[in-house]
């Protein structure tokens, strides 16, 4: 059982972190922390994270931070595999202006070892967005 909140943007459930099981750690004005278990269902056949769970797991946490944005660009590095476990995921709103927000992410392992970094240019969503049926 994971430790946490279900992770929200404005009072709305995020799917993907539902479905991967992300919890909410903290969260306040520009940053944003969640953790996530290492599912096999996201494993490559290798038996490591697949490197696209890395860059939704950050996505979230960047989303979450700004308190919601629509992605425009997002670059993930992945520095060393991960088979096993928990990954913490933190987040940084470096610059959010009011057509343009700039994110950077940070995965660790339960060690406190980088996996993966990542950044993202995105646009924020207007306020009444989220509350669309």
């Known amino acids: 059982m994971l430790e946490g909140e279900p992770v929200t943007i404005r009072g709305k459930t995020v799917p993907i972190a539902d479905t991967m099981q992300g919890r909410l750690i903290s969260s306040e004005e520009g940053r944003a922390t969640l953790r996530y278990p290492v599912l096999k269902e ?36 992945i520095l060393r595999p991960i088979s096993e476990g928990f990954v913490t995921v933190t987040a940084d709103i470096v610059r959010e202006g009011r057509r343009i927000i700039y994110a950077e992410g940070k995965v660790h392992d339960e060690q406190g070892r980088l996996l993966a970094t990542g950044n993202q240019t995105a646009v924020p969503l207007n306020r009444g967005e989220l509350n669309k049926d």
């Open 42 to 77: 996201f494993m490559n056949p290798s038996g490591t994270l697949q490197g696209g769970a890395f860059g939704v797991m950050m996505d979230t946490a960047m989303a979450v931070a700004s308190t919601g944005l629509t992605t425009v660009t997002m670059q993930t590095t």
